[in-house]
């Protein structure tokens, strides 16, 4: 007798299984086609009062095999996955049921002369109607067995909404997006689509639409229903409902997904079992930048590019980013051995046919460095290692000169020795009017790119490699930024800590950044500093509100905000990239170029060894004071080197050239 338990286990068995192997679904279709050849066979010659022989039938049965096995193989209707089969599937099974009986009719018609006219378009309409009705059929009733055993396989399901009534989300139900959704995801059960507009009523795919218009309707729809979340179809309308349909979710601690971008699913298989829910960086994050991607695919096609820091937040976006664009080779350097073998596991998963180096290095180590120069002759380089915690390294100021302005000179001077085209320097906004070690040191390492290039460009030293620098500010995820240790804090419960209730930063998306890299690496023809357009600033008690009232939490109650006071070298205003005073325009309206005063090459190469001399010494006093002499507007902000700025005098060694703020040339 069969129990209760072994049903079960049976329905769980099958409910695991991915597809119906080929060949099985071939020799199911040809026997459904044989079946309905037999249907036509006994109409012509019983209904008809047809003579039949037992060689008539032979002949008839073996034509229609064959006929059947040709259409098939022509179309591959075998190898479509049946559970995923669409309203162009059923136009696929025409066309085949079509084709073999236009193939019988003509081998009828002109070689076996075994049938009349009359019988052979009876035979023919008969065979082809029959065979396309039992091949829809058998998939419907695949599908709605499927349905079955997948709903009682015992996974507890969660009723879901997809918001919106727009082109993607009717693909998606209709689609394979919506059904690897539901198959792979296998926890919600799609009720229907969440609108503002006026489609109460209407279904979309079979699917109802429910209309709302305000926070008590979500609530009874949501209660009604016993919805446990909500699906957004893309990041776009993600923001664009942030004040609205998301403020209702995290007021009701509804869950809140995103589909993949369009990018990720065309390029195969999104993760949907991993499904994304909706994050801060969603919400203020601004819309998709569009950069150039034809000319920069036409400019790194077949190229060997070198990614330094490779293994952090920006070197590795840059790294995905690059992956994409059909390079000859792809270089990574970076220190840290972890996040690098971290990122050589995705690009191998992502990128199988990009071919890439992982080099574990420092870029404090001249002949490291050297060795990749030798062996790879990059022709483009993006120099990203660089410290960049302002409170560690306002307490380490001698290893942020080692390694943001030494390390940076090291890989310049080595691109212009080995002839590299490009090099693209990472900076940041902390670089402007620095208040603190970190920013002042990347303004140094600006200084003596820009100073290089310069050299060049007028003909005082040989080479031929462009310098690009692009500055842009705090990029919502990064490691070690503020939303990931917010979402730790919260994760555990609080309190969150913010340094001040007044504090301001400006945001963007690591993505958004490495695409502006690109675009200006691209876009730049040397000697200039981009500047990026970092939006609206953002209060971070503000942010640190949003991100526990996304958790379905409520600020003050479930979660403390704690103050802490500002750190060593912290400001409480960034200062703002791009301006009309200090930039100039490009043919990006996010991209600006710097103004910004010019330094001569030799004064500068001499200061930077003379300051990296000091650094070597761990001489703390004596770097920051001369890192303020070679940088006169760095001044600090709640910290010990604060007492170095009374007696600021600028450096003899160093010439400034142009007084005035002037576009470099």
């Known amino acids: 007798m069969i129990n209760a338990s072994f049903f079960k286990r049976v329905v769980e068995k099958l409910a695991r299984i991915k597809y119906i192997n080929r060949w099985i679904v071939f020799g199911a279709d040809l026997f459904l086609s044989f079946i309905s050849s037999l249907i036509a066979i006994s109409f012509v010659f019983f209904v008809m009062e047809s003579s039949l022989t037992r060689d008539k039938l032979y002949q008839l049965i073996a034509l229609s095999i064959i006929c059947s096995v040709i259409s098939f193989v022509m179309f591959r209707s075998y190898k479509r996955i049946i559970r995923h089969s669409t309203f162009i599937e059923s136009g696929l099974l025409g066309v085949v049921s079509f084709i073999k009986v236009i193939l019988e009719s003509i081998i009828l018609a002109y070689f076996l002369h075994i049938l009349s006219t009359r019988e052979i378009v009876f035979f023919a309409a008969i065979d082809g109607f029959v065979t396309f009705f039992l091949f829809i059929t058998s998939r419907v009733m695949l599908i709605i067995a499927f349905r079955y055993i997948r709903d009682s396989s015992g996974q507890e399901k969660q009723n879901l909404l997809i918001f919106g009534t727009g082109s993607r989300t009717a693909s998606m139900l209709s689609g394979s997006i919506h059904n690897s959704f539901r198959n792979i995801k296998g926890v919600y059960r799609i009720m229907g689509c969440l609108t503002f507009d006026r489609h109460q009523g209407y279904r979309l795919s079979g699917y109802r639409i429910y209309k709302i218009q305000n926070q008590e309707d979500f609530n009874e729809l949501v209660a009604r229903l016993r919805i446990r979340a909500i699906l957004f179809p893309d990041y776009k309308i993600v923001k664009e409902e942030s004040e609205r349909l998301v403020r209702y979710c995290e007021k009701k601690k509804i869950r809140m997904f995103t589909l993949p971008s369009v990018d990720e699913v065309k390029e195969g298989k999104p993760n949907l079992l991993a499904l994304p829910e909706v994050r801060i960086e969603d919400l203020l994050g601004r819309s998709e930048i569009k950069i150039k991607m034809k ?199 609080g309190p969150i800590t913010v340094t001040h209730p007044e504090i301001i930063r400006y945001f963007m998306t690591i993505p958004e950044a490495c695409r502006l890299v690109l675009e200006a690496a691209f876009m730049g023809q040397g000697n200039e500093i981009f500047v990026f357009d970092m939006g609206t600033p953002v209060k971070i008690v503000d942010l640190a509100r949003r991100m526990i009232e996304l958790g379905g939490l409520i600020p003050g109650e479930d979660i403390e905000i704690k103050y802490t006071g500002l750190r060593p070298g912290e400001k409480l205003f960034e200062e703002l990239l791009a301006q009309k005073e200090n930039t100039l325009p490009t043919n990006n309206e996010k991209i600006f170029r710097a103004q910004v005063r010019e330094y001569d090459y030799e004064g500068v190469a001499v200061s930077i060894q003379k300051l990296s001399q000091i650094a070597s010494t761990v001489d703390k006093l004596g770097t920051v004071r001369m890192m303020k ?3 006169p507007e760095y001044v600090s902000q709640h910290s010990e080197f604060q007492e170095l700025d009374g007696n600021k005098n600028k450096c003899e060694i160093v010439e400034v050239i142009n007084n005035q703020e002037t576009a470099t040339a």
């Open 629 to 631: 002499e070679l940088v």
């Open 295 to 493: 000319e920069i695919a036409e400019a790194l096609k077949g190229q060997v590019v070198l990614v330094t820091g490779a293994a952090g937040s920006i070197g590795s976006e840059l790294c995905r980013q690059l992956c994409t664009f059909g390079l000859k080779q792809l270089i990574l350097f970076d220190s840290a051995e972890t996040p690098m073998h971290n990122i050589r596991l995705e690009l191998e998963e992502k990128f199988p046919n990009v071919e890439f180096t992982p080099i574990m290095g420092d870029v404090r180590m001249p002949t490291r460095v050297e060795s990749i120069f030798t062996r790879f002759s990059p022709n483009i380089v993006f120099h990203a290692a660089a410290y960049k915690h302002v409170p560690l390294m306002e307490e380490n100021p001698c290893e942020a000169v080692q390694t943001n302005v030494f390390g940076t000179r090291t890989v310049a001077d080595l691109a212009v020795k080995y002839k590299v085209s490009k090099f693209i320097m990472v900076s940041t906004d902390k670089a402007v009017n620095p208040t603190n070690v970190m920013g002042a040191s990347k303004r140094l390492a600006e200084i003596y790119v820009q100073s290089l290039s310069m050299a060049i460009q007028n003909g005082k030293k040989e080479g031929e490699t462009r310098f690009i620098t692009t500055r842009f500010g705090n990029v919502l995820g990064s490691n070690g930024s503020v939303i990931p240790r917010f979402r730790e804090q919260i994760k555990k419960g």
